[in-house]
């Protein structure tokens, strides 16, 4: 069973940081890209980043400069470390693993709720 679990989220004040974690299991975890997704209030999903199997990332141009993702092959993890935070990255971020290389997904963490604000 493919199972993404992620953890780290939280309530921070403008200009803070956070660091999200998402732990995978049931599929080689180094085989594929991941991406973080993210949802604000009243919003639809949003792409956040991805990385891809050799290492590449991409991100959306209202996070670059502030958020890097990143991930441990050996621990099954995908981070996205979070600075510089502003209120309008208030979401529920979700990690997602892509179907292989493609730019859609086939399995999703539960969501962890990031507040930012003072």
């Known amino acids: 069973e493919v199972q993404l679990v992620e953890s780290g989220g939280g309530l921070v004040q403008p200009g803070g940081s956070l660091k999200l974690s998402c732990v995978g299991s049931?599929?080689?975890?180094?085989?594929?890209?991941m991406s973080w997704v993210r949802q604000a209030p009243g919003k639809g999903l949003e792409w956040v980043s991805t990385?891809?199997?050799?290492?590449?990332?991409n991100y959306v141009d209202s996070v670059k400069g502030r958020f890097s993702i990143s991930r441990d092959n050996a621990a099954n993890t995908l981070y996205l470390q979070m600075n510089s935070l502003k209120p309008e990255d208030t979401a529920v971020y979700y990690c997602?693993?892509?179907?292989?290389?493609?730019?859609?997904?086939?399995?999703w963490g539960q969501g962890s709720q990031v507040t930012v604000s003072s």
């Open positions: 990385i891809h199997y050799g290492g590449g990332t």
């Open positions: 049931g599929f080689t975890y180094s085989n594929y890209a």
């Open positions: 997602a693993k892509n179907v292989g290389e493609l730019d859609y997904y086939d399995y």
